[in-house]
């Protein structure tokens, strides 16, 4: 099966892909210390799980969430608390495929994404092997039946194959790319639970991978989640709820033009927030943060107020035991971003190296 989307680029749709690009490039201009862009980071990071959760029907707050991440618990939340944990691990993978800019997408990366959304590990799932519905829930009737499981690994194979050949040709506007990419993944309905999840996550990789990730400092989740009938309504195209009878074929673009709205209106809510924040002469470390996985981010983070850290206190902020701190910070600093000062458990403590203490 060879994938062939159909779509129209109409006059409105390029009049909004130019506001894209221009938010993109004032945006990737500006300069913005390292405090207030791990600070815009870590709060898009909290915002896109929230809504994106949200979506699905978490009931947590961003308040809630934002507590959840940070180890705290509530009360009969345990469903909500491990969705929300799941999709903040899988935000964390991203930046991890993210780094890797030459690297294309995999099947394999996304059934590990889909993994960590559904069960918290980096461990890829399998497509699904049956038939699966999508019902009103109101009244339970048939609101869209997807293609049969036999079908599944062929649509995905060609769905990967499109993404990378447009990646590489750059023919078509990267966020034309990604809303066909979210449109796709969300027909071919690849798992009995998480494609929206995973949908939304993919869309993410796809815009950092092309030059549209904005320092990490945005998030498509909120635009969707404020108005999910609207949502719901741009995905539903074609004459009828099954797949092979309207689905497969649709012209969608109306769900393109809708998704590259989103992307308009949090390009240019980010680039307001981005222009207020930056720092005018100080220089962007943009460059450097991209070296780091999250968990150096939140360690390099720590360093503003200590001079050195112990591994208790690296372990306590990070949510982990001891042993696994300890190796971390022996990895790191073999990788030249800390310096350890002691050998002997009480008296062992890190450093930064000159090159990270320098952009503090």
């Not at 939304?200 to 030059?211: C, D, E, Q, V, Y």
Request: a neutral charge; hydrophobic letters at 35%.
């Amino acid at each position: 099966m060879i994938f062939s989307p159909n779509f129209t680029i109409t006059p409105s749709l390029t009049n909004i892909l130019m506001d894209i690009e221009a938010s993109r490039q004032a945006i990737s201009i500006l300069p913005i210390t390292l405090t207030v862009l791990t600070s815009l980071r870590e709060s898009a990071r909290l915002t896109a799980t929230h809504y994106s959760t949200q979506i699905e029907g978490n009931c947590l707050t961003q308040e809630q969430v934002n507590d959840v991440i940070q180890g705290s618990s509530f009360p009969n939340r345990e469903r909500d608390e491990t969705e929300v944990k799941n999709y903040y691990s899988a935000l964390e993978y991203l930046d991890e495929l993210k780094a890797n800019n030459k690297t294309q997408i995999t099947e394999q990366q996304i059934k590990t994404i889909h993994g960590l959304v559904l069960n918290g590990k980096e461990k890829p799932t399998p497509y699904r092997d049956g038939q699966n519905v999508i019902r009103n829930a109101q009244d339970g009737l048939i609101v869209y039946m997807p293609p049969e499981a036999k079908d599944v690994a062929e649509l995905m194979e060609s769905l990967v194959d499109w993404i990378n050949q447009q990646v590489e040709l750059k023919e078509l506007p990267v966020p034309i790319v990604a809303a066909i990419a979210h449109y796709q993944f969300a027909t071919i309905h690849p798992y009995y639970d998480g494609n929206g999840r995973t949908a939304r996550l993919l869309t993410n990789l796809i815009l950092h991978k092309s030059g549209y990730g904005l320092k990490d400092i945005y998030s498509l989740e909120e635009y969707y989640a404020r108005n999910l009938p609207e949502y719901y309504k741009a995905l539903t195209i074609g004459d009828s709820h099954n797949y092979y009878f309207g689905r497969a074929d649709a012209d969608i673009t109306k769900w393109v033009l809708y998704f590259c709205q989103g992307m308009a209106q949090s390009f240019a809510a980010i680039r307001s927030k981005a222009t207020e924040s930056a720092s005018i002469g100080e220089q962007d470390n943009s460059g450097m943060l991209r070296q780091l996985d999250q968990r150096q981010k939140i360690v390099l983070s720590l360093f503003r107020d200590s001079q050195f850290l112990t591994t208790k206190e690296i372990a306590n902020v990070l949510g982990v035991h001891s042993r696994t701190a300890l190796n971390l910070c022996k990895k790191w600093a073999d990788s030249g971003f800390l310096i350890q000062y002691g050998t002997a458990n009480k008296s062992r403590k890190y450093g930064l190296t000159k090159k990270w203490e320098g952009i503090l």
